[in-house]
Nanobody, 123 residues
Framework: QVQLVESGGGLVQPGGSLRLSCAASGNISRLNRVGWYRQPPGKQRESVATITQDGRATYSDSMKGRVTISRDNTKRTVSLQMNSLKPEDTAVYFC?????????????????WGEGTRVTVSS
């Protein structure tokens, strides 16, 4: 089974930093665009950052300048370095990936999601 697992969340004080990681495993032939999303309690999920297979990154206005997304294609991991965190950054952070998987001689494209990692910014 194809799987994404996020890690690195936790409790951090305002102004602090966290580094989130997303590890991909399973029957993945190609790991294409990967993104980090977040969902604050009671609010809709929103994009934080995305990165293409060749490393081109884009950032949403809400966290632009405070986050950096990167990927290691060999290790099949994507990271999100978050700095200068604010209480409004409190949310569950999800990893999403567009992947290609090979089942026998049939190739499929699909989007997969991790279960999320919780980030709490509080003093």
């Amino acid at each position: 089974q194809v799987q994404l697992v996020e890690s690195g969340g936790g409790l951090v004080q305002p102004g602090g930093s966290l580094r989130l990681s997303c590890a991909a495993s399973g029957n993945i032939s190609r790991l294409n665009r990967v993104g980090w999303y977040r969902q604050p309690p009671g609010k809709q999920r929103e994009s934080v950052a995305t990165i293409t297979q060749d490393g081109r990154a884009t950032y949403s206005d809400s966290m632009k300048g405070r986050v950096t997304i990167s990927r290691d294609n060999t290790k099949r991991t994507v990271s999100l370095q978050m700095n200068s965190l604010k209480p409004e950054d409190t949310a569950v952070y999800f990893c999403n990936a567009h992947i290609g998987t090979l089942n026998g001689d049939i190739y499929y494209d699909m989007d997969i999601w991790g279960e999320g990692t919780r980030v709490t910014v509080s003093s």
